[in-house]
Nanobody, 122 residues
Framework: QVQLVESGGGLVQAGGSLRLSCAAS????????MAWFRQAPGKEREFVGF????????TYADSVKDRFIISRDIAKNTVYLQMTNLKPEDTAVYYC???????????????WGQGTQVSVSS
């Protein structure tokens, strides 16, 4: 089984930065992709981006491209979401996900963390 634990959320002013972490455990991830999704109140879960564990290739949603960067530390089994120039519309619960397949839809991912709240004030 895979366990994912997010951390790093909080309250930040517009224009600020935050870095989220997702610590993974329970198996090897060499064939996995790790993704970030977010869900704002009253809205559906939204794709943010993913990274392939082996090659490190990334894909981002247009809404966060050029502001967010996903990276991974293989030795620590940890994925990061560096968020810069945050906007109030980035306010959401951010979820880490892992799966043997990858894409922009939630169904590609089998394992999910509990989420961490990010709030951006104007």
């Amino acid at each position: 089984q895979v366990q994912l634990v997010e951390s790093g959320g909080g309250l930040v002013q517009a224009g600020g930065s935050l870095r989220l972490s997702c610590a993974a455990s329970g198996r090897t991830f060499s064939s996995f992709a790790m993704a970030w999704f977010r869900q704002a109140p009253g809205k559906e879960r939204e794709f943010v981006g993913f990274i392939t564990w082996s090659g490190g290739g990334t894909t981002y949603a247009d809404s966060v491209k050029d502001r967010f960067i996903i990276s991974r530390d293989i030795a620590k089994n940890t994925v990061y979401l560096q968020m810069t120039n945050l906007k109030p519309e980035d306010t959401a619960v951010y979820y880490c996900a892992a799966g043997a397949t990858y894409g922009t839809k939630a169904h590609f991912y089998d394992f999910w963390g509990q989420g961490t709240q990010v709030s951006v004030s104007s």
